[in-house]
């Protein structure tokens, strides 16, 4: 059975740091894309970031310089390094595994919660 586990969010005040943790297991881990995705309270989800399974990486405009995405194949888990927060980046947070393209995630995590304070 395929299954990720996203862990590491919590509350921290603006300006802090948090590292999310996306750990997979019942795949092929090294040949999979990872992206991570937020949502907050009545908005869409949107796109943080993702790491191709080349390691390849892309990130979005709001979280470019402040979040850094970073894979261990040995231990199938995929990190987001996030400094800097701001209030804005409160949401829960979601990583998904896919291998199709860099636009399909077959996979998801149940989600972990980042609070910042202002």
């Known amino acids: 059975q395929v299954q990720l586990a996203d862990t590491g969010g919590g509350l921290v005040q603006a300006g802090g740091s948090l590292r999310l943790s996306c750990a997979a297991s019942g795949l092929v881990f090294s040949i999979y894309s990872v992206g991570w995705f937020r949502q907050a309270p009545g908005k869409e989800r949107e796109f943080v970031a993702r790491i191709g399974w080349s390691g390849g990486i892309t990130y979005a405009e709001s979280v470019k310089g402040r979040f850094t995405i970073s894979r261990d194949n040995a231990k199938g888990t995929v990190y987001l390094q996030m400094n800097n927060l701001e209030r804005e980046d409160t949401a829960i947070y979601y990583c998904?595994?896919?291998?199709?393209?860099?636009?399909?995630?077959?996979?998801w995590g149940q989600g972990t919660q980042v609070i910042v304070s202002s």
């Open positions: 998904a595994a896919g291998r199709r393209s860099a636009q399909s995630y077959d996979f």
